[in-house]
């Protein structure tokens, strides 16, 4: 504990230091955890995508709004003769960050890194048969069917040097969950706005804006010492001290506090994420359960009592001081799918979960070992706790494991938790991305993140049909009934969608971002 404390207060020292001497254009942007890898295709997860967007760049990219806008590549478009390829127009005089030339071939090579065996990102690429360089700024994208959604897909792929890559042998992607790492881990070659300067994991790194970029608009912020402060506390003190300009994860409960302090001011909206509770299903025993016989997440009735204990508005008033909007379907409103009707929830009822716990065979409840972030989500370890209170009013007796993020997501992963809390954002605005993760049964190309291991045949047919469906209409049809099916079995059991606030100096304007990846280049001082 010392010697982490001690880390953070050296790092601010230096930053602080940095800064005295930098010109303002210099921002310190401190955050609850750090990226958890460079590997821009190892890992698909919030914080390492926002730092990574810094470095790296995507084909396509969202606005604030939510919109779709050119990035590297300036258009595109469905071949007017094949509607299974997509065709993009690459920017030209893009440069990368040693000098070398962006071309197609990068892109090829980017794309097929990003869909390969050992890629956290190979769900968003499972409909692509094959990316081929036309010529130097022309990529097609031929699909196994039509895919007009795919666009979609590709706002969080970064685009690496094919030649950078093969010199510093990362043609293979990071292994995270086995701990491998790789040249690509602690080492960047972008197109990026920003470089990497220098890099200590979990204490603080410096990007500096790279001046060769192809924007014709230069971002105020020149330089930009990233530093990830765990503890809410030291965060927000490192604010009011002077020693960070924006913090990106506020607790709650320093909203009001800040918002009415002279010389600070804090930015609020809603985030397209939604915050659930996962189990593992099937027949085997869980192992953190004292039921050695049966695993009691298999039983429907235990579920719909989990499902009716959940007081999800006093978590709402209480844990997150009116920061959050509960739910009752694990989808964001942003999303093609959402309904009010799928979003209701039952009010909590306590007497009613027992008779069904009782009904299900567990007149005494169970025991089991809920695994939870503690520097993921808004409040992650406090939602966990107050939900582990809940389960004790009907006999399931929950021990909860708190870990950071950096420790909870290879245990996820690796689908080694019998009861976990997760958060899942949609960048595609659409729901196939959440069945293609969370749903679909873990396959090479499918269920990255479908941790309880739920399978259902008929729901994966359905799931995979989405991605060449070019009728919307039957599209959102088949969506439908997948939600029915979602709900019907208690697949997720979801919490609340996350409200953001983002903390700053007063002469500092940043956005909140939908997605919660804002980048630097959008910050404008007064």
């Known amino acids: 504990m010392h010697s982490t404390l001690a880390r953070i207060a050296s790092a ?170 790789n040249h690509a881990v602690l080492n960047t070659n972008g197109t990026g706005p920003y470089r990497l300067q220098s890099r200590e994991v979990d204490v603080r790194s410096v ?128 999303v093609n799918g959402w309904t009010a009707e799928l979003d209701a929830y039952p009010a909590p009822n306590v007497e009613r979960a027992k008779e069904l716990l009782a009904e299900a065979g567990y007149p005494d409840g169970f025991t089991v070992t809920l695994d939870t972030p503690n520097n993921r989500y808004v409040n992650d370890e406090a939602v966990s706790t107050a939900y582990v209170g809940m389960l004790g009013q009907i006999g399931i007796k929950v021990t909860l494991a708190s870990r950071p993020v950096a420790e909870h997501s290879p245990i996820i992963l690796a689908n080694q938790s019998d009861f976990y809390l997760l958060g899942w954002g949609v960048p595609t605005f659409d729901s196939a991305y959440i069945f293609n993760d969370l749903v679909h049964s873990k396959t090479d190309k499918h269920g990255t993140y479908n941790v309880g291991l739920y399978t259902n045949p008929e729901l994966d047919a359905k799931i995979v049909s989405l991605g060449t469906e070019t009728d919307l209409d039957k599209r959102n049809a088949t969506i439908a009934e997948i939600w029915k099916t979602v709900q019907e079995d208690r697949v997720l059991l979801p919490v609340h969608n996350q409200v953001l606030a983002y903390a700053m100096k007063d002469n500092i304007t940043l956005a909140v971002h939908p997605e919660n990846q804002p980048l630097m280049t959008d910050v404008a001082f007064d």
């Not at 081929?132 to 031929?142: F, K, L, P, Y």
């Not at 965060?235 to 918002?259: H, K």
């Open 12 to 181: 601010l020292l230096v930053s602080t230091a940095l800064a005295g001497a930098a010109h303002a254009e210099t921002v310190r942007w401190a955050r609850a955890s750090d990226a958890l890898t460079l590997d821009p295709h190892s890992q698909n997860q919030g914080v390492t995508h926002n730092f990574n967007h810094h470095i790296y760049e995507t084909l396509l990219d969202r606005d604030t709004d939510g919109n779709l806008q050119p990035r590297l590549a300036t258009e595109w478009s469905v071949k007017a003769d094949d509607p299974t390829v997509w065709v993009f127009k690459l920017r030209e005089g893009v440069k990368f960050h040693d000098g070398a030339d962006f071309t197609a071939e990068d892109v090829v090579f980017s794309l097929d890194r990003a869909r390969s065996e050992g890629s956290n990102m190979k769900q968003l690429h499972a409909e692509v048969k094959e990316v081929v360089a036309i010529d130097d700024h022309t990529v097609e994208v031929r699909m196994v069917g039509p895919s007009p959604l795919y666009p979609n897909n590709i706002t969080n792929t970064f685009i690496m040097d094919k030649g950078w890559s093969e010199a510093n042998n990362v043609v293979e992607v990071q292994d995270f969950a086995a701990g491998e790492t």
């Open 207 to 334: 990007l500096a804006a790279f001046q060769d970029h192809w924007a014709e608009t230069k971002p105020a912020v020149t330089e930009i010492v990233y530093l990830p402060i765990a503890d809410n506390a030291t965060r927000i003190a490192a604010l009011l001290s002077g020693d960070v300009d924006i913090v990106q994860d506020v607790p709650v409960q320093d909203i009001e506090r800040l918002s009415s302090t002279a010389g600070f001011k804090v930015e609020t909206g809603p985030e397209n994420r939604i915050i659930y509770f996962g189990y593992r299903f099937g027949e085997e025993p869980l192992k953190s359960s004292n039921i050695k016989d049966s695993n009691p997440f298999n039983n429907p009735l235990v579920l719909e009592a989990m499902h009716l204990v959940l007081d999800r508005d006093a978590i709402k008033r209480v844990v997150m001081r009116g920061q959050s909007v509960p739910a009752g379907v694990a989808t964001p409103p942003f």
